[in-house]
């Protein structure tokens, strides 16, 4: 099993937000907790089945609109609480979902904080396309169960209720997002090994990839707002 890479570059890189270049360190942002547990609890809105299974919820509309907010750089810098009301409004259908996706005070105070630094902008790309990026990596009931209290077969009757959105079956076998599982029952699964989905191409996280890498996906992101 594959136990994914976390960023290390520290060398400041220039990214473009608009017309204006900002010197910054992605890593820093990417790599940041409470940046991929908002990320992680805004995830499930993109993703199609959990959209198919709440169709009474508007998730898509909901978060197209706070992807189109997130790479418009001239609201984040002169508007940001507009931002920050379509957070909260696709927060409040994410909850919904399952309460357990809920975004933490300190999480959002972080983000808060953010919104006044110069790297604003780039910050709520970065969210955007971090959130609805797949994940491309799971965690197993046996898994979960040799590093949380809980059993195996406690955590497979958590994914055969839909409690876990996003669950994956194959064949007799459940997949369940690390992300996911670590906002929901507040779990650290750093120090266990994730694994690709055997049925699925492996993909890259963007918390797997090189500052050009992540610049690149960026770009991809804005591309289809």
């Not at 940041?32 to 908002?38: A, H, W």
């Not at 040799?146 to 406690?154: I, K």
């Not at 266990?192 to 996280?205: F, H, L, M, Q």
Request: with cysteine; aromatic share 6%.
């Amino acid at each position: 099993m594959h136990k994914p890479d976390i960023i290390t570059e520290r060398v400041p890189t220039r990214v473009m937000v608009g017309r204006k270049p900002i010197i910054m360190k992605l890593g820093d942002i990417s790599n940041n907790l409470s940046f991929r547990r908002i990320a992680a609890c805004l995830r499930p809105a993109n993703i199609v089945s959990v959209r198919m299974k709440h169709k009474d919820i508007p998730l898509e509309t909901l978060s197209d609109y706070f992807a189109k907010l997130s790479f418009n750089e001239p609201l984040i810098t002169s508007n940001p609480a507009q931002y920050l009301e379509s957070l909260n409004k696709l927060a409040a259908a994410v909850r919904k979902i399952n309460e357990r996706l809920t975004i933490r005070a300190e999480d959002l105070a972080w983000l808060q904080a953010q919104l006044a630094t110069p790297e604003a902008a780039v910050t709520t790309a970065m969210l955007a396309a971090f959130a609805s990026a797949p994940e491309g990596r799971f965690v197993t009931p046996s898994e979960l169960a040799r590093v949380t209290d809980d059993a195996e077969r406690t955590w497979r009757e958590r994914a055969e209720r839909g409690d876990i959105p996003a669950a994956i079956k194959r064949g007799k076998y459940w997949y369940l997002s690390p992300s996911v599982v670590e906002v929901m029952y507040r779990v650290d699964l750093s120090g266990i090994a994730t694994e690709s989905d055997p049925d699925e191409p492996e993909v890259d996280e963007l918390s797997e990839l090189s500052p050009e890498e992540i610049e690149r996906a960026l770009d991809r992101a804005r591309s289809e707002v």
